[in-house]
C-alpha cells in the first residue's frame, strides 16, 4: 500500500518514492506551465529557441565585437544558451514554494522536491533548445560540428550545477525575505554582460579577466568554447575554483531549504 | 496506534510569538473518532496537518503505526489552476495509485459532471469539497483527518460521505474537526475541546459541548444543536 510510509523505509523504497514524487511533481509543472492548449509543452524548448535565434540574428546583424575571429553564430549560440541556463533556473525557483503550499499537504512531498521538480524542467528545456539548434546550423552548414562534445557536457553541467544550486538557495531564501525577489531581477540583468557569454575571456585586459572569472559562469562558458571552438577559443577557466564554489553555494542552499522546511506552514 | 505527545506550536507573529498548542498529548487507535470543537482559531486546523506530518511541531513527538491521510481540508492539496482530472492524475501519482480507476470513482461519487474538466478556480466550495472527498475516498488510510470538509455540501452528498465514511469505514482512526456540533455529535465516539492552547479529552459530548459553550461565552436557541429543521 503506497500510503503506508511510517515503518522505517530502507533506501531503495526510499529513492523509489523520491523518484515517484519528482514525476509527479514534474509533470504537474509541465502542465501548468505550458497547459494544453497551441503547442503544449513543446513551448519548453520552443520558447529559449526563439530567444536564442532572436539574439544570433542580433549578434550577427550587428557584427558584434566579441573581440575575437570566432563564427559569431556558435559564439552567440554557446553564450546566449547558457546564459538561459543560469539566470532561468533561480527565476523559476524564487517564490517557487509560495505557489505550492497546498502541494505539502502531501507528506512525502518536500520543500527540495518542489525546487528539484523545477529545475529538471527548466534543465530539459535549455539542453533540448541547445542541442536542437546546434544540430539545425551545423545541418544548413552555419556551423562547424564541435571539437569535442563531452567537454561541452562538462563545461553544460557545470554551469547548470551552479545555476541550479543558486536557484534553490535563492527560492529557499525568498520565502524568508521578499526581498530577493526585487533583487535578483537587477542584479541577474546586470551580471548578464559579465558573464562571458558576450565575450571570450581572453580578449580582456588582464585586470578584467581576474575580475570577471570571479564570476562562476564565465568559467562554464569558457569550458563550453573551449569544447567547441578546440584550442581556437584560448580559454580561461579554474576547476579549482569553479567546482569548490558550486558545492559551497549547494551546502549553503540545501541549509536554506531545511530552515525553510521547519518552519513552512502548508495551506 | 497514533501517540501524541506534548505537542507545541509556536507562530511568530508581528505582535511577538503566538503559543497555539501548548502541551498536547493522546492516543488515538483503530475505530475511533476523535471530534474537536474549538473556536475559529483555536488551532484545530493546525493540530491535525501537524498530525499529517505536512508541517513540523515546534517540540513535542508525533508516533504512528499507522497511515495517515493529509488533511482533507478546504484548498489544502490541490491546485486551483489545474482541472479536476489533472488533480486527479497528480494524486494518482503522488500515491502510486492507478489513474484510470480512480478517475472512474470520482466520476461516479462526485458527480460534477463536465466540470472535472474545468480548472479548480471555477468550482464553488461544495464542489471543491466533493472533489475532495471522492479523491481522498480512493486511497485507503488507517487514519483519516477530516477538517470540515465531509460535514459541508448538500444533504444527499452529506449521506453519502456519512455511508463511506462510518460504514464502510467505521474501523478506521478519525480525527474530525468541525463547526457543525451535530455532526461531531453523532459520528465521534470521543470528543475534546481546544481552547487556549490546550486540549481536555471527555468521554461523552454533552459534557464537552458544555465546556465548549460556556468557554467561548455562548448561549445556544434552545433545542440547539439542531439536526433536522423542524417543518410544521
Keep these: 500500500m503506497a500510503a503506508t510510509v511510517q515503518?522505517?523505509?530502507?533506501?531503495?523504497?526510499?529513492?523509489?518514492?523520491?523518484?515517484?514524487?519528482?514525476?509527479?511533481?514534474?509533470?504537474?509543472?509541465?502542465?501548468?506551465?505550458?497547459?494544453?492548449?497551441?503547442?503544449?509543452?513543446?513551448?519548453?524548448?520552443?520558447?529559449?529557441?526563439?530567444?536564442?535565434?532572436?539574439v544570433t540574428a542580433l549578434w550577427t546583424a550587428t557584427k558584434s565585437v566579441h573581440g575575437s575571429n570566432l563564427p559569431i553564430v556558435a559564439f552567440a549560440l554557446t553564450g546566449y544558451s547558457s546564459v538561459l541556463l543560469w539566470r532561468n533556473m533561480p527565476g523559476r525557483c524564487i517564490g517557487a514554494l509560495q505557489g505550492s503550499l497546498s502541494l505539502l499537504f502531501h507528506r512525502n512531498i518536500r520543500v527540495l522536491d518542489i525546487y528539484v521538480a523545477r529545475l529538471m524542467l527548466e534543465f530539459g528545456g535549455a539542453t533540448i533548445s541547445f542541442t536542437t539548434l546546434g544540430l539545425?546550423?551545423?545541418?544548413?552548414?552555419?556551423?562547424?560540428?564541435?571539437?569535442?562534445?563531452?567537454?561541452?557536457?562538462?563545461?553544460?553541467?557545470?554551469?547548470?550545477?551552479?545555476?541550479?544550486?543558486?536557484?534553490?538557495?535563492?527560492?529557499?531564501?525568498s520565502h524568508e525575505y521578499e526581498l530577493?525577489?526585487?533583487?535578483?531581477?537587477p542584479l541577474a540583468y546586470l551580471i548578464f554582460p559579465l558573464s562571458g557569454s558576450a565575450f571570450m575571456v581572453d580578449v580582456l585586459p588582464k585586470l578584467a579577466q581576474e575580475v570577471v572569472l570571479y564570476l562562476p559562469m564565465v568559467h562554464g562558458v569558457e569550458i563550453v568554447r573551449e569544447g567547441y571552438f578546440g584550442a581556437a577559443a584560448r580559454a580561461h577557466y579554474n576547476l579549482s575554483y569553479v567546482l569548490p564554489f558550486c558545492l559551497v553555494l549547494t551546502g549553503l542552499a540545501l541549509f536554506q531549504v531545511r530552515k525553510v522546511a521547519k518552519v513552512v506552514v502548508p495551506e | 496506534m497514533i501517540s501524541v505527545r506534548d505537542l507545541r506550536k509556536?507562530?511568530?507573529?508581528?505582535?511577538?510569538?503566538?503559543?497555539?498548542?501548548?502541551?498536547?498529548?493522546?492516543?488515538?487507535?483503530?475505530?475511533e473518532r476523535l471530534g474537536i470543537l474549538g473556536q475559529n482559531g483555536a488551532g484545530k486546523s493546525t493540530m491535525v496537518r501537524l498530525i499529517s506530518g505536512a508541517e513540523k511541531p515546534t517540540a513535542g513527538t508525533i508516533k504512528s503505526s499507522l497511515s495517515i491521510s493529509w488533511p482533507l481540508a478546504f484548498g489544502g492539496?490541490?491546485?486551483?489552476?489545474?482541472?479536476g482530472i489533472d488533480n486527479i492524475r497528480f494524486i494518482s501519482r503522488v500515491y502510486e495509485q492507478d489513474f484510470e480507476r480512480n478517475l472512474a470513482y470520482v466520476e461516479e461519487f462526485a458527480e460534477l459532471g463536465p466540470y472535472l474538466r474545468e480548472p479548480l478556480r471555477s468550482y464553488s466550495s461544495g464542489m471543491k469539497a466533493r472533489?475532495?472527498?471522492?479523491?481522498?475516498?480512493?486511497?485507503?488510510?488507517?487514519?483519516?483527518?477530516?477538517?470540515?470538509?465531509?460535514?459541508?455540501?448538500?444533504?444527499?452528498?452529506?449521506?453519502?460521505?456519512?455511508?463511506?465514511?462510518?460504514?464502510?469505514?467505521?474501523?478506521?482512526?478519525?480525527?474530525?474537526?468541525?463547526?457543525d456540533a451535530a455532526y461531531i455529535r453523532d459520528n465521534c465516539t470521543r470528543w475534546a475541546v481546544l481552547h487556549g492552547g490546550k486540549f481536555k479529552e471527555y468521554n461523552d459530548f454533552e459534557h464537552a459541548y458544555a465546556d465548549f459553550k460556556e468557554l467561548i461565552g455562548w448561549k445556544p436557541p434552545p433545542g440547539w444543536p439542531f439536526v433536522e429543521p423542524v417543518i410544521a
Design chain 2, 77 to 83: 492539496g490541490f491546485q486551483y489552476n489545474l482541472t
Design chain 2, 131 to 179: 472533489l475532495a472527498f471522492a479523491i481522498s475516498m480512493i486511497i485507503e488510510f488507517d487514519c483519516f483527518l477530516i477538517d470540515e470538509i465531509a460535514s459541508v455540501g448538500d444533504a444527499r452528498f452529506h449521506d453519502k460521505c456519512n455511508h463511506e465514511l462510518f460504514e464502510r469505514r467505521g474501523n478506521r482512526a478519525m480525527v474530525i474537526v468541525s463547526h
Design chain 1, 180 to 185: 530577493v525577489d526585487k533583487i535578483w531581477h
Design chain 1, 7 to 54: 515503518q522505517q523505509a530502507t533506501f531503495a523504497q526510499s529513492l523509489q518514492v523520491q523518484l515517484r514524487i519528482l514525476r509527479a511533481l514534474f509533470m504537474r509543472e509541465v502542465l501548468t506551465r505550458y497547459g494544453r492548449h497551441n503547442i503544449g509543452f513543446l513551448w519548453l524548448f520552443v520558447e529559449p529557441m526563439i530567444f536564442t535565434l532572436g
Design chain 1, 136 to 173: 539545425l546550423f551545423i545541418s544548413i552548414g552555419w556551423l562547424a560540428p564541435p571539437e569535442d562534445i563531452l567537454e561541452i557536457a562538462g563545461g553544460w553541467l557545470i554551469i547548470a550545477w551552479f545555476g541550479s544550486a543558486l536557484a534553490i538557495w535563492l527560492g529557499a531564501l
Design chain 2, 10 to 31: 509556536v507562530y511568530p507573529t508581528r505582535m511577538g510569538d503566538k503559543l497555539v498548542l501548548d502541551g498536547i498529548s493522546f492516543d488515538l487507535g483503530m475505530g
